[in-house]
Nanobody, 125 residues
Framework: QVHLVESGGGLVQAGGSLRLSCAAS????????MGWFRQALGKEREFVAG????????SYSDSVKGRFAMSRDDAKNAVLLQMNDVQPDDTAVYFC??????????????????WGQGTQVTVSS
């Protein structure tokens, strides 16, 4: 079983950048497809980005495509989310998640079994 801990959240002005990190322990991130999700106050949790178990494929929601980039750092056993040109609508608690899969190239927006505790991102206008 993998344990996930997010960090890097905070307060940022609109148009700025932030980098979130999700450190894993217990298992390697390369054992899972990984994802980032977010939940704004009063809204349902939504998919933000995903990376395949191989690390070679990524996917993004339409709302962040072209602004956010997800990557994996195997040496640190972590996944990252680089957030550029952030906007007030990006304000949310961001969670990373892990999903077991037999497909090394699979990308998923659901079915994640392991979750971190979340990190708050607040974008001021």
């Amino acid at each position: 079983q993998v344990h996930l801990v997010e960090s890097g959240g905070g307060l940022v002005q609109a148009g700025g950048s932030l980098r979130l990190s999700c450190a894993a322990s217990g298992r390697t991130v390369s054992s899972y497809a990984m994802g980032w999700f977010r939940q704004a106050l009063g809204k349902e949790r939504e998919f933000v980005a995903g990376i395949s178990r191989s690390g070679g494929r990524t996917s993004y929601s339409d709302s962040v495509k072209g602004r956010f980039a997800m990557s994996r750092d195997d040496a640190k056993n972590a996944v990252l989310l680089q957030m550029n040109d952030v906007q007030p609508d990006d304000t949310a608690v961001y969670f990373c998640a892990a999903r077991s899969t037999a497909l090394s190239s699979g990308l998923y927006t659901n079915g994640y079994a392991y979750w971190g505790q979340g990190t708050q991102v607040t974008v001021s206008s």
